[in-house]
C-alpha cells in the first residue's frame, strides 16, 4: 500500500496553464501589433548606430528629392535634409515622449485613484473634485494652455500631456479601488492587525497593477498622437529638433508640390500608434485571469461536441428513459494537458425516478450535469464522446436553437448558489415570468399570474407580494425556492439539481428535498440529484451513481448500496455519515487526496488511499462489471472489507 502510493505521490505533474506567449498569440492582430512596436522601438534604439546622414544636416541644392533616389531612400525634404534620418531619430524622440508622459501620468493619476478610492470620505472628495475640475476642460485646449503659460518646448509639452491624462489614470484606478475595498480579504487584512498602509501596498496594489498597465498600453498611442500634435502647432520640439509631429507640420504646406514630405512622418504615426493600439489589447488579454486559467472571457453558447458524440441513438435502446448518458466523456483541454473530467458516463432515469450522484468536490458530478445542456464552458471545455438520449434524440447533435428549447423547457437546471444564478437587477417574479414567456409564449400578465402560482406551488408565503422582491431580499432558502419554482415554470420532463441544498442550514436543507420530492412525484418528473452527502441521497433517491476521479465505481439501487457496498470508496463514503448513538466516536475521514484528472495512475485511481488495494490493482484500468441484479462495480475486490 505505501509503494502504491509513493508511485502515484511521485509521479512527475507538469502545469498544463497556457504562458505569456500562449495566450498572446490567440489574439492575432496584438501579435501584428507586437511586431509593429518591437520593430519601431528596435530601429529607434538603433538609430546612434546606423549608417545615417546628419538629420539636421542641410543642402539646399538636394533639396524636395523624390524618395528612392541616389543617396536619398525617403528622399529630402525643403531644406535638402535626409528623410530617412531625420524619420528615425524623430521616432526616436516621440517614442521616448509618448512612454516618459504616460509613466507619469500613470504614477500620478494611479496614486491619487488608489488612495482617493481606499480611504474615501473628505479625502476622496477632495482629490476627485480637483480630478474633475481637470476634466471639465477639453483636454487639447488645457494641454495648449499649459504650454502657452510654460512656454514652447518639447519637455514642456510632455509636462502638458502627462497632467491632462491623470484624470483618466486616476478615475479608472479609483473605481477598481473602491470594489476591491468591500471586499472580505480586505476586511480580513484589517482584522490581522495590518495598518492601512500595509494593506494599500500589500493587498489593493498588487490586485490594481493590470489595470493600470492596460490603461497604459491604451493610453500611450494617445499620447504619442497629443505630442505630435503640440509638435504640428509649433509647441513640442523646436527647430532644429526633428520629431514626426514638428516634420508632419513642416511638410504640410508642400502637400502638393512635396507630398512625401508629409505623407511619410504621417504614415509613420498612423502604423505605429495602431501597433500600440493592437498590442494594449494583446496585453489586456495576458493579464485577463480567465485566460492564465486557459479559458476565454466569452464562452461560447454551447460545449464544444467531438465528432465522435455527435452520432444518433439506436431508437429501442432507451425507449424508457426520460434521460439516458451513454459513456459521456468530458474534457478540458489547457495548454498541452487534457484534463479528462468525466470518461464513460452511462446511466439512465425514467419518469417519476430520482438518480443520485455522488462524490466528493471534484470528482465530476456537477461537469457531468452540465455536459447533458451543453453549459460547460468551451474553451476549454469539450465532449469527447458518448451520448446524452432524450426523446430518442441525441443532445449533442442538436443545433444551438434546438438545444436553448429544451434548456429551460422540457430539462431544468438547479444551480447551487440561487445568489449568483439569479439577476439582482429584476424582481424574483419577473425572471420567473421570463421563462414562461421565452417557452409557452404567453403574455406579459398571463405569464406574471403564472409566475406567482409557481412560487405558491413551492409554499412561499404571500407570494404575490415577494414576487416583486429582489434576491437580496429573499433568504437563502427563498432565493432557493425561487429558482426551484424557474425549473417547474414550463412542467419540464427531467430537473437536474446540482447541490441545491450546500449553502442551507439543516431545517432549510430538509425542507427543500421534501419540496422536490414532492415536486417531482406531482408532476412525475425525472430527477438527477447532485450532492456529497450520501445522507441525502439515501433521503429522495431510488438509484444511485457513485462517482471518483471522473468516472463512475459503483452503481445500483440506493437500498441495496446502503445495505452492502461494494467499492472502498463507497464504503468509506458511507462511514462518514454522523449516525445517532455513536457517542465521541471520530468519524473515518478517506486520507490523502484525489489524484489529479490531468494525471491519473494507470490503474485503479483509488488505489493510492484504498485500504483493501494490492499490487494488481494498479498495472491496467479496470473496467465497471455487472455484479448481481442492477448492480455495477469498478473494483477487483468488491464487498472486501481491511483485514
Known amino acids: 500500500m505505501t509503494a502504491i502510493a509513493q508511485r502515484a505521490s511521485g509521479r512527475r505533474r507538469r502545469s498544463g496553464r497556457p504562458g505569456i506567449w500562449a495566450r498572446l498569440s490567440r489574439n492575432h492582430l496584438a501579435v501584428v501589433g507586437l511586431g509593429i512596436v518591437a520593430g519601431m522601438c528596435v530601429l529607434a534604439l538603433m538609430t546612434p548606430l546606423l549608417p545615417l546622414a546628419d538629420p539636421n544636416a542641410t543642402d539646399l541644392a538636394a533639396r524636395l528629392k523624390r524618395p528612392f533616389t541616389d543617396g536619398h531612400l525617403l528622399g529630402t525634404d525643403q531644406l535638402g535634409r535626409d528623410m530617412l534620418s531625420r524619420i528615425l531619430w524623430g521616432a526616436r524622440v516621440s517614442i521616448a515622449v509618448g512612454a516618459v508622459a504616460t509613466i507619469v501620468a500613470a504614477t500620478i493619476g494611479s496614486l491619487i485613484g488608489i488612495v482617493a478610492g481606499f480611504y474615501g470620505r473628505w479625502l476622496d472628495n477632495t482629490l476627485m473634485r480637483g480630478v474633475d475640475m481637470l476634466m471639465a476642460f477639453p483636454y487639447m485646449l488645457l494641454a495648449l494652455a499649459i504650454v502657452a503659460a510654460l512656454g514652447p518646448g518639447l519637455l514642456n509639452a510632455l509636462f502638458a500631456i502627462a497632467i491632462v491624462n491623470i484624470p483618466f489614470f486616476a478615475r479608472s484606478v479609483r473605481g477598481v479601488t473602491i470594489s ?70 513642416d511638410g504640410r504646406k508642400l502637400a502638393i ?270 430527477l438527477v440529484f447532485i450532492t456529497h452527502d450520501f445522507g441525502v441521497v439515501s433521503e429522495i433517491c431510488d438509484h444511485v451513481q457513485v462517482m471518483y476521479a471522473g468516472e463512475v465505481v459503483e452503481s445500483g439501487r440506493v437500498q441495496d448500496v446502503f445495505e452492502r457496498p461494494l467499492h472502498p470508496y463507497t464504503r468509506r463514503l458511507m462511514s462518514c455519515i454522523p449516525q445517532l448513538g455513536r457517542g465521541r466516536n471520530p468519524i473515518a475521514a478517506i486520507p490523502g487526496l484525489p489524484p489529479a484528472v490531468n494525471d491519473l495512475p494507470p490503474g485503479c485511481p483509488f488505489a493510492p488511499r484504498c485500504d483493501v488495494a494490492t499490487a494488481a490493482c494498479t498495472p491496467r484500468p479496470i473496467s465497471l462489471a455487472p455484479h448481481g441484479e442492477g448492480r455495477e462495480v469498478r473494483c477487483i475486490r468488491p464487498g472486501e472489507s481491511p483485514a
Open 257 to 526: 508640390t512635396a507630398p512625401h514630405v508629409a505623407t511619410i512622418p504621417g504614415l509613420v504615426i498612423l502604423v505605429l500608434v495602431i501597433g500600440i493600439n493592437l498590442l494594449g489589447d494583446g496585453i489586456r488579454d495576458v493579464l485577463d485571469p480567465r485566460l492564465k486559467s486557459g479559458a476565454l472571457s466569452r464562452p461560447r453558447a454551447m460545449t464544444e461536441v467531438a465528432p465522435a458524440a455527435m452520432s444518433q441513438p439506436e431508437r429501442s435502446a432507451h425507449s424508457n428513459a426520460a434521460l439516458a448518458l451513454d459513456r459521456l466523456s468530458t474534457e478540458f483541454r489547457i495548454g498541452h494537458d487534457v484534463y479528462h473530467a468525466t470518461r464513460d458516463i452511462s446511466f439512465q432515469v425514467a419518469p417519476g425516478e430520482c438518480v443520485g450522484i455522488v462524490g466528493e468536490s471534484g470528482s465530476g458530478k456537477s461537469v457531468t450535469a452540465m455536459s447533458v445542456l451543453g453549459l460547460v464552458p468551451t474553451p476549454p471545455g469539450l465532449i469527447a464522446g458518448g451520448q446524452v438520449v432524450y426523446q430518442e434524440e441525441n443532445l449533442l447533435a442538436a443545433p444551438l436553437p434546438r438545444l436553448q428549447q429544451v434548456r429551460g423547457g422540457q430539462i431544468a437546471y438547479v444551480f447551487q448558489d440561487p445568489l449568483t444564478t439569479l439577476n439582482p437587477l429584476y424582481t424574483v417574479g419577473d425572471q420567473i415570468a421570463e421563462t414562461v414567456e421565452r417557452h409557452q409564449g404567453l403574455s406579459r400578465r398571463d405569464a406574471w399570474q403564472r409566475a406567482v402560482e409557481l412560487m405558491e406551488s413551492v409554499h412561499i408565503p404571500d407570494a404575490a407580494g415577494r414576487a416583486r422582491a429582489y434576491p437580496h431580499e429573499l433568504s437563502g432558502g427563498m432565493r432557493q425556492r425561487i429558482v426551484i419554482a424557474m425549473a417547474l415554470a414550463n412542467d419540464p420532463d427531467v430537473i437536474i439539481a446540482d447541490e441545491p441544498t450546500t449553502a442551507l442550514d439543516v431545517t432549510i436543507q430538509a425542507q427543500v428535498l421534501k419540496l422536490l420530492d414532492e415536486l417531482r412525484r406531482k408532476h412525475n418528473a425525472a
Open 180 to 249: 476591491l475595498v468591500r471586499l472580505e480579504y480586505v476586511d480580513a487584512a484589517r482584522m490581522s492587525g495590518l495598518g492601512n498602509g500595509r494593506i494599500l501596498f500589500s493587498e489593493i496594489l498588487p490586485n490594481v497593477v493590470p489595470v493600470i498597465v492596460v490603461t497604459m498600453s491604451t493610453t500611450l498611442g494617445w499620447m504619442i498622437l497629443e505630442t505630435a500634435g503640440l509638435s504640428f502647432l509649433g509647441l513640442g520640439a523646436q527647430p532644429p529638433q526633428a520629431d514626426l509631429g514638428s516634420m508632419l507640420g
